[in-house]
């Protein structure tokens, strides 16, 4: 399966731009790059996915390097609700749907 | 649409009794993963089903764990004889047989066991 790296942790001033890096160096070519995140006390939601492209919506944007071995996401404006541990995830072995998640980054917004 | 119902909510087990959870994916989905998070870590895939077949266990620990998704009906994760060490939050999520979708979550079933 492939693996993603990611920063344990990060802090961001509310109101700011943060910019969440993620590293998949062993990606293949099929294989799209899906974020979620996890309030506490609450269970996984989707936040994003893209395959080469950059892509937008109405959480969030990802910018996918050229060579597709990292990517960002961009939360335009933290909120404090957007206090979670962000996971970025590529496919398991047997389709798309399937992922596996790692440790993630745990973002602390500041007011 | 409802969403991915997962009962019960909150479950205690004294040591050495079984536990079920269920879970009811969205309408129209027939992947169904299962997902262990203990305290203060992050989550740990478990086991992947569709109707009736188990894809992949490769998180299952090797006893006690069981999990099946029948024909009708929810998917089942059963933890036979629990150890304080199974209490934890369990998730599930499903998502479609085709596409590149994302996997909608329950709100998942934290097991205390005392």
């Known amino acids: 399966d492939a693996k993603t790296t990611q920063p344990n942790s990060m802090e961001s001033n509310e109101e700011e731009p943060v910019h969440l890096p993620c590293n998949h160096s062993t990606i293949s070519g099929t294989d799209y790059i899906h974020w979620y995140r996890q309030l506490p006390s609450q269970g996984p939601e989707y936040v994003i996915h893209g395959l080469t492209s950059n892509v937008n919506n109405r959480m969030a944007s990802l910018a996918i390097a050229e060579d597709r071995k990292s990517s960002t996401l961009i939360l335009h404006r933290a909120t404090l609700r957007d206090a979670a541990v962000y996971y970025c995830i590529l496919p398991g072995k047997y389709n798309n749907n399937d992922m596996r998640f790692g440790a993630g980054t745990r973002l602390t917004v500041k007011p | 649409n409802a969403g991915v119902m997962q009962n019960p909510r909150h479950l205690v087990r004294r040591r050495g009794q079984e536990a079920r959870l269920r879970c009811s994916p969205m309408?129209?989905?027939?992947?169904v993963y299962w997902y262990r998070q203990l305290p203060e870590e992050g989550l740990k895939f478990m086991v992947y089903l569709q109707k009736e077949n188990i894809i992949d266990e490769s998180g299952m620990p090797k006893e006690r764990f069981s999990a099946e998704f029948p024909k009708e009906g929810p998917s089942i994760l059963r933890i036979q004889q629990v150890v304080r060490g199974d209490s934890a939050a369990y998730f599930c999520?499903?998502?479609?047989?085709?596409?590149?979708?994302?996997?909608?979550f329950g709100p998942g079933t934290r097991l205390t066991v005392t």
């Open positions: 999520a499903s998502s479609p047989l085709m596409g590149i979708r994302e996997q909608y």
């Open positions: 309408k129209g989905h027939s992947h």
